[in-house]
């Protein structure tokens, strides 16, 4: 009965979050077992999360850096460093993907974030604008794997998986993806028989290449000095920053401070600085320190306007997943969560077969449903029977968010593909077709993640 109610208001076109509590407030009703004010109890205890302050700072930090022209900035730093390969632009909107996704944590600000800039910049350069659109799409994909990772707070709070260890998963995954990304890219470039964007520059390029020794080999050194040569690790952390600041007065670095962003994080996360959630707000304070003080590029009044946008988006996140806890909760309630799983294992007793139908079913929910709705729905619907297979929970969030960041490409509901066409001023259909051809590497990463959980699990299986 839950189940047909919640089907029912869908498709009466009630938004996934208020079809959620509905249903489950009927189903109540109808059932006179418990009193009503049970959905709202439900509901506020389902946010009463520490983890999940982490939300409203992540999506604050990357508003930041997205309004404080950080973007631009990383924009020319990755033109300057594979700009001037066959295909350069494509490779840059791959490259500059990466470096955003430690910084917004999701595709949407990825998208509309760089994705104005580059596709601008591959039109002008001569590229069709379908091209520009697809790499574009699914380089934005990259937001919500490399961490900070919006999707995995919401995971590692519903299955109860510690997100530090979800970020550390996602680096090597987001790395495989932008190395097929980019071999399709020069796959198409060899095709179509393009050339470089700009002129090779060994100034420029040393340049740049100075930048990552300074991004790698900052924290390399600061690791030495704290766990090797026993240095007071705050007071190490802090001079480090002061000589990083002089450096980039200095050295009048690109890209060097924004790059920063997610090597302080993983670092601050792996040697116990902070948690997860304490990480968030480092980020936010690393962002207005970049934007209000150093770079100067953010003003106060834009600052306000930042914090509204976030708190709208923040309100709607976060009442999707008070709506989730209560009908996930019903679902458990109920045995729907418990018959499913006796379905699928009488069906198969095969974790390989078990996460290809999951994939196949995460795939088809993606392009219906906002992912925080459709990681709510899910996981107390899967995460059992991931429990009895033997499936780490670390691997299949992975796995998980992939699959629903590809369905971010597709209509009905592929929120990116819509964004895109506004930014393109393409239609949905041309987007949607524009888009087809760059499904191959995201697919092909997405079997390899889901059947080589190794590659998923070293890096967490080193810290935790």
């Known amino acids: ?34 009193p009503p004010f049970v959905v709202i109890h439900r509901m506020v205890s389902g946010i009463d999360s520490f983890p999940l302050l982490a939300v409203p700072f992540f999506i604050l930090a990357g508003n930041l850096m997205n309004n404080a022209g950080i973007t631009n900035r990383i924009y020319n730093f990755a033109l300057a460093l594979v700009g001037w390969l066959k295909g350069g632009l494509g490779h840059v909107n791959v490259l500059g993907s990466v470096i955003f996704a430690g910084m917004s944590g999701t595709a949407i600000a990825d998208a509309a974030g760089l994705g104005t800039i580059e596709i601008k910049a591959m039109k002008d350069h ?45 680096i090597l995954p987001g790395a495989l993806m932008a190395v097929l990304m980019m071999l399709t890219v020069a796959y198409y470039a060899h095709k ?48 480090g920053l002061v000589l990083l600041f002089v450096a980039d007065k200095m050295f009048k670095f690109q890209a060097v401070l924004p790059i920063m962003t997610p ?8 040697t116990g600085l902070f948690t997860p959630t304490e990480g968030a ?32 988006t923040t309100s709607t996140v976060l009442f999707i997943v008070a709506a989730a806890s209560i009908f996930g909760w019903m679902l458990t309630a109920t045995g729907v ?24 079913l995460m795939l088809f929910v993606g392009c219906f449903l906002e992912p925080t709705a459709a990681i709510t729905i899910l996981v107390p619907i899967l995460m059992p029977i991931c429990q009895q297979l033997g499936i780490d929970p670390v691997h299949f969030g992975l796995v998980m968010v992939l699959n629903l960041m590809i369905g971010l490409l597709h209509p009905p509901m592929g929120l990116v593909l819509f964004v895109l066409a506004r930014v393109a001023k393409l239609s949905v259909e041309r987007t949607t077709v524009a888009i087809l051809p760059w499904l191959a590497p995201l697919l092909g990463s997405l079997v390899i993640i889901t059947y080589f959980p190794k590659l998923v699990l070293w890096l967490p299986k080193q810290f935790f």
């Open 1 to 34: 009965m839950l189940k047909v109610l919640f089907l029912l208001l869908m498709g009466g076109g009630i938004p996934v979050a208020i079809a959620m509590a509905g249903s489950a407030l009927l189903f109540i009703l109808w059932s006179g077992n418990l």
């Open 337 to 360: 969560t418990s018959a499913i799983s006796s379905w699928v294992l009488s069906f198969t007793q095969e974790a390989w077969v078990f996460l290809l139908l999951a994939n196949l």
């Open 126 to 170: 001569g590229y069709s604008t379908e091209f520009a659109v697809g790499v574009t799409a699914a380089s934005a994909t990259l937001g919500p794997i490399i961490p900070p990772s919006l999707p995995f707070v919401i995971y590692g709070m519903m299955a109860n998986v510690s997100v530090g260890a979800l970020f550390l998963a996602g």
């Open 281 to 312: 707000i480092a980020a936010c304070v690393w962002s207005m320190v970049l934007g209000l003080f150093w770079y100067r590029t953010l003003t106060w009044k834009m600052f306000v306007k930042v914090c509204l946008d976030t708190v709208e």
């Open 192 to 239: 179509n028989g393009w050339g470089a964007d700009i002129k090779f520059d060994w100034t420029r390029l040393t340049k740049a290449l100075a930048e990552t020794a300074v991004v790698i080999g900052w924290p390399l050194v600061l690791w030495l000095l704290v766990d090797k040569a026993g240095a007071p690790a705050q007071a190490t952390v802090l001079t």
């Open 263 to 270: 090597v302080l994080l993983i670092g601050g996360m792996t």
